[in-house]
């Protein structure tokens, strides 16, 4: 279906959703990574800051989340951060979170961080909305060129192991299965025309 102006289209799309509201409830989960060290990866890579829960104890750790998961949800919070929930205490290339909440700016290559805010275990609602707002105004978004950041990256020796290996090269063959396929094998080049060979 296609739409003769943008109007239209909000137009539908409000009334498609007037469908479902009866039913909808509001997000009330905090949305977490898996653990230190996928979450710093994909806050650098988001350039986003990333709100670090830590607490030893469960009951503890359950209060935090519950009150960082209401702020999170706030306007003029929301899709601003990152956030991961740890268990005990855990060092990631010189980062160390205390108990408490932190705010973190992930450094480029997402190997570690520095924090820009943070509150022990006992935090009201009111000091945690001020740790999350001075760390979002701290946090600085440094764009980057890809291709430049990936030749960066190669120079200093980082390299990302992904959990699932990744088998799709999108195309493009690495240096060891090229060498190791001669020419007669590949089959014929697409870009020879005949008489070129």
């Known amino acids: 279906m296609t739409y003769g102006s943008a109007l239209e ?19 009330t989960e905090l949305p977490t990574l898996r653990d230190l060290r996928v979450a710093l990866n994909v806050a650098a890579a988001d350039m986003r800051p990333l709100v670090v829960v830590r607490a030893d104890k469960a009951p ?29 205490e855990i060092s990631f290339e010189g980062l160390v979170p ?7 700016q992930p450094d480029p290559f997402g190997l570690g961080g520095t924090v820009l805010a943070s509150h022990g275990l006992k935090a009201s609602s009111k000091q945690l909305a001020g740790v999350l707002d001075e760390g979002l105004e701290a ?26 290996p990744v088998t799709d090269t999108h195309g493009r063959e690495g240096p060891r299965r090229r060498a190791g396929r001669s020419r007669e094998g590949r089959g014929r080049d697409p870009r020879e025309r005949d008489g070129d060979r």
Do not use: N
């Open 9 to 27: 289209f909000e137009g539908a799309l409000k009334r498609i959703s007037a469908q479902y509201e009866e039913k909808a409830r509001p997000i």
């Open 98 to 104: 205390e108990e408490g909440v932190h705010v973190i």
């Open 139 to 164: 946090f600085t978004a440094k764009a980057r060129e890809h291709d430049q950041h990936v030749r960066e990256a190669r120079r200093r020796g980082i390299r990302w192991e992904p959990a699932i």
């Open 60 to 88: 503890k750790r359950g209060d935090l989340v519950e009150l960082v998961a209401e702020l999170a949800w706030e306007q003029g919070r929301v899709g601003r951060f990152h956030f991961v929930v740890l268990e005990e």
